[in-house]
């Protein structure tokens, strides 16, 4: 899918303009690997209609390529619905007490002993436990087996007494107790239905939270739009946490989640074990569910270092066939400004199949690169046919390297004249192939 996605991105790039027909296929794809991630088919459509007009609207004359706009401005549309900025529990009342909501199975008893670990180890907090789903003798004793392990205060009462009765007496233990957070753990069920929301509605009117986090299974697929509509009707959450991020999903259900209740994901679930929780970053988010890798950040961070004008008069050079020793040591720093190679191929969709590339053997090659071409006079370095073996004598003992080492960088030097030669076009502004080689 994200292939698909590379694809109709290629078509785009290289072209003048952003045209109504070339934004409608990319849009397409778009449209598609958002139904595949997925996103509610609904909410897909609002954001194409809503990134068509935006894109449409932009002036793409800038030093910008057509094709590097339109990811931008999806980009930056999945960002903005999914939050923008990372939110944070709102711990600021003594104690914070927060409810935890979801259908069964979707790692409520999980996620609640994840956040009180978390809160105990990196907010100094005493969390207390509350094992408020009376439904399943099972679930009290999961969430007592949790505490154990985590070494957290677990408040319970078997399976006989009422939920709400439960969490009433927990917030007399809480304080007595000096447990400035109360988690609680409430029941969840296959389906929604009326008696699991009016108890869920009793518990908040007792416990008043301040905080109500609906967990929902990444894996839900399309249904997640009414499970987030169901219990934010009934209880207005205050965030959400999506689950099971460790396996294929492609995390489409935030975007739903958002839509529907506009309110901050939390959390992250990303495994079985109690430290696979992170917070959420609408960022990072979007990229997985476009499926491309970092690869806004490299358009934005080739943008950064690259200078046209100088790229431009390098192509320019190579097109008349007077790409020099020089022009090519010029491109080995404008690579290398960008950081590591290797990093920048990995942020390249598609690329991390690839080889490793060493950076170390990079960063000699180039020094011993430069060495040689310093060492050569202007002339030379834009002409090397220039060069005889009285002149290479003369070089080697500049620089302190050997003939052979001179001769093998014009070996190169030919090698990657002859590939440029080949593969024609170049992307002028990140200096990358527009096609694969
Ligand atoms: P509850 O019924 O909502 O309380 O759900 P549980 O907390 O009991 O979790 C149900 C199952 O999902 C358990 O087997 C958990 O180990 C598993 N689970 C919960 N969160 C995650 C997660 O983020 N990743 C994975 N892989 N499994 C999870
Ligand atoms: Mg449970």
Do not use: W
């Not at 000096?178 to 929301?197: K, N």
């Not at 209880?235 to 959400?240: E, F, H, R, S, Y």
């Not at 598609?350 to 020094?367: A, F, S, W």
């Amino acid at each position: 899918l994200s292939e698909r996605l590379q694809e109709s991105l290629k078509k785009i790039r290289g072209q003048a303009t952003l045209t109504e027909e070339n934004m409608d296929e990319m849009l397409r794809e778009i449209r598609l690997a958002l139904l595949e991630a997925d996103v509610n088919f609904q909410v897909v459509k609002e954001f194409i209609a809503n990134t068509k007009e935006k894109a449409l609207g932009q002036d793409v004359l800038g030093s910008l390529k057509p094709g590097q706009v339109v990811v931008k401005i999806v980009h930056d549309e999945l960002v903005e619905l999914l939050g923008t900025t990372v939110s944070e529990l709102d711990l600021s009342s003594k104690p914070t007490v927060i409810m935890m909501v979801g259908l069964q199975g979707s790692g409520k008893t999980t996620t609640s002993g994840k956040i009180a670990k978390l809160l105990a180890q990196k907010y100094s907090k005493n969390p207390l436990l509350v094992a408020a789903d009376i439904y399943r003798p099972a679930a009290v004793d999961q969430l007592k087996t949790l505490g154990e392990q985590l070494d957290i205060s677990v408040f319970e009462k078997g399976t006989d007494v009422k939920a709400e009765q439960i969490v009433s007496e927990a917030m007399t233990y809480a304080s007595q107790n000096h447990h400035d957070v109360i988690l609680i753990d409430t029941a969840g069920r296959l389906h929604i239905d009326e008696p699991l929301m009016n108890e869920l509605q009793n518990i908040k009117d007792i416990v008043h939270p301040n905080e109500i986090l609906l967990v929902v299974d990444a894996l839900t697929g399309q249904d997640i739009v009414n499970v987030a509509q169901s219990f934010h009707d009934h209880l207005q959450i205050t965030g959400a946490v999506l689950t099971k991020l460790d396996g294929d999903s492609r995390g489409g259900g935030a975007l739903s989640i958002r839509h529907i209740t506009h309110v901050p994901i939390k959390f992250i679930g990303t495994g079985e074990k109690l430290d696979a929780i992170d917070l959420f970053y609408p960022d990072r988010m979007a990229d997985r569910i476009l499926g491309m890798g970092d690869v806004v950040s490299l358009v934005e961070k080739v943008q950064d270092v690259y200078d046209e004008k100088e790229t431009m008069k390098t192509f320019e050079r190579m097109k008349r066939g007077t790409f020099g020793l020089d022009d090519m040591l010029e491109q080995m720093h404008q690579v290398r400004k960008l950081g590591p190679l290797s990093g920048i191929l990995k942020m390249i969709p598609g690329m991390p199949k690839m080889p490793q590339i060493n950076d170390e053997d990079t960063d000699k090659k180039l020094k011993m690169t430069e060495s040689i071409i310093y060492s050569m006079t202007l002339e030379e370095r834009r002409d090397p046919s220039i060069l005889n073996a009285k002149r290479k004598e003369r070089i080697a003992k500049g620089c302190g390297r050997s003939v052979a080492d001179i001769n093998r960088l014009l070996k190169q030097f030919e090698a990657s004249k002859q590939m440029m030669k080949q593969m024609g076009n170049l992307d002028p502004t990140t200096g990358l192939p527009t096609q694969k080689p």
